[in-house]
């Protein structure tokens, strides 16, 4: 089996955050280890890349929001209100 590797830059657009959120990120345990290639260069396994973006969409569908913790989020208040007004409907249907 061959291992596709590839750099931070690549992740960080996979995934949406900065280079430095992911080092963060892996630092604390959240996020993939990379590998070292040669002196000064690191990549991660595109793979083990794919299967935590995965995680993620997993972890997302296991867990509902109800109301209050949308109403938590910073955005969440205003969409709790909308789905109220619609009767949980949303603008388009």
């Given at each position: 089996?061959?291992?596709k590797?590839?750099?931070i830059?690549i992740v960080?657009?996979?995934?949406?955050?900065?280079?430095?959120?992911?080092?963060?990120?892996?630092?604390?345990?959240?996020?993939?280890?990379?590998a070292?290639?040669s002196p000064?260069?690191?990549?991660?396994?595109?793979?083990?890349?794919?299967?935590?973006?995965?995680?993620?969409?997993?972890e997302?569908?296991?867990?509902?929001?109800?109301?209050?913790?949308?109403a938590?989020?910073?955005?969440?208040?205003?969409?709790?209100?909308r789905?109220?007004?619609?009767?949980g409907?949303?603008?388009?249907?």
């Amino acid at each position: 089996m061959s291992v596709k590797i590839i750099c931070i830059a690549i992740v960080a657009q996979r995934i949406g955050v900065s280079k430095s959120t992911i080092l963060r990120m892996e630092r604390a345990g959240k996020f993939v280890p990379r590998a070292k290639i040669s002196p000064g260069r690191f990549g991660y396994s595109e793979q083990d890349v794919e299967r935590w973006i995965q995680s993620k969409f997993v972890e997302t569908e296991s867990r509902s929001l109800t109301e209050s913790d949308m109403a938590s989020l910073p955005y969440g208040r205003d969409v709790a209100q909308r789905n109220n007004r619609s009767g949980g409907r949303n603008a388009n249907g």
